[in-house]
């Protein structure tokens, strides 16, 4: 079973920095696209950064110049550092993953979430 594990919330001044991280357990032939959503209060779900199997990289424009994604050379974990957080930041984070399993299927990996609250 393929699961992916959260941290790093938490509350955070307007301004600061919070990092989150997501790691992939279980068993997987390979990881393909990973990425961080956010679902704010009353507001649908939406894609913050999304990084590809080749390194591609996409953000949604709120965030460019404030969080960047990563991840190491293995491909997992993949981290989200959140610089100059604003109020507007504040949401429940959520990592996706899209890996190709052991029985060769994709599958659509989610999560459980970890809240980020950004206020003074």
């Known amino acids: 079973q393929v699961q992916l594990v959260e941290s790093g919330g938490g509350l955070v001044q307007p301004g600061g920095s919070l990092r989150l991280s997501c790691a992939l357990s279980?068993?997987?032939?390979?990881?393909?696209?990973m990425g961080w959503y956010r679902q704010a209060p009353g507001k649908e779900r939406e894609l913050v950064a999304r990084i590809t199997s080749g390194g591609t990289i996409t953000y949604v424009d709120l965030v460019k110049g404030r969080f960047t994604i990563f991840r190491t050379s293995a491909k997992n974990p993949v981290y989200l550092q959140m610089n100059n957080l604003k109020p507007e930041d504040t949401a429940v984070y959520y990592c996706?993953?899209?890996?190709?399993?052991?029985?060769?299927?994709?599958?659509?990996?989610w999560g459980q979430g970890t809240l980020v609250t950004v206020s003074s």
């Open positions: 996706n993953a899209e890996v190709m399993t052991l029985q060769w299927r994709y599958l659509e990996v």
């Open positions: 279980g068993s997987w032939r390979t990881i393909n696209d």
